[in-house]
């Protein structure tokens, strides 16, 4: 199995081995789908709050006597069913949307998305990115005289400083790290172009 590899150019410099225990694996969509709901879910913070009758302003003095009133008795005008009142079981911010996902199928779900994209011929590599003046437009230079028109993930191996001051200002274009690739970005980007060194690197937490 071979991806292209790519030049800073665009020049096709030749073609890249990977490994088929991350490329080439059959893909299981309900486990995908349950990785990217988890993704989302975790990334989640509310912002919907209620109050509770106890938080409510007011509401201390009882409404009216216990009896005699032909009324059902009431200790407190903020509770539920008052106007004005409380919330029962309303949204609250302190809601925990938190799940955890076993590491064996984090990455079974991250190697079916990327065998989908070796499939469909959307994964390529680049041998390297130099600049001596970090400036957005060298990158969009590259981006240009490559042989790709959507949306472009780059995986790096590690920090790269350079990379990442020159893209940062492109549209449709998302730097990422091998340890941070995930399968939300998978999903949102149609390109996946990985610098030489991040395919062994990635391909080491197959072993």
Do not use: W
Request: glycine residues 10%; aromatic residues 8%; contains cysteine.
């Amino acid at each position: 199995m071979k991806i292209p590899l790519y030049l800073q150019d665009g020049s096709k410099k030749g073609e890249v081995e990977v490994s088929e225990k991350v490329f080439g694996i059959e893909p299981n969509q309900a486990l995908i789908h349950k990785a990217l709901v988890i993704q989302l879910g975790n990334a989640r913070h509310p912002i919907a709050h209620t109050l509770l009758k106890g938080e409510v302003r007011g509401g201390g003095k009882k409404p009216y006597r216990q009896k005699g009133t032909g009324r059902a008795r009431q200790g407190s005008s903020r509770n539920p069913h008052f106007r004005g009142g409380g919330v029962a079981f309303g949204p609250r911010n302190t809601r925990n949307f938190q799940k955890r996902l076993p590491r064996q199928e984090r990455r079974m779900a991250l190697a079916g998305v990327l065998s989908e994209k070796f499939k469909g011929g959307r994964i390529s590599a680049l041998e390297s990115f130099t600049t001596d003046i970090p400036k957005t437009k060298f990158f969009a230079k590259m981006i240009a005289a490559l042989p790709f028109k959507a949306k472009i993930l780059f995986v790096l191996p590690e920090k790269n400083e350079t990379v990442t001051r020159c893209s940062r200002n492109l549209q449709k274009v998302k730097i990422s790290q091998v340890g941070f690739l995930n399968v939300a970005d998978l999903l949102k980007y149609e390109d996946v172009v990985f610098f030489k060194d991040a395919v062994s690197k990635l391909e080491k937490n197959y072993e």
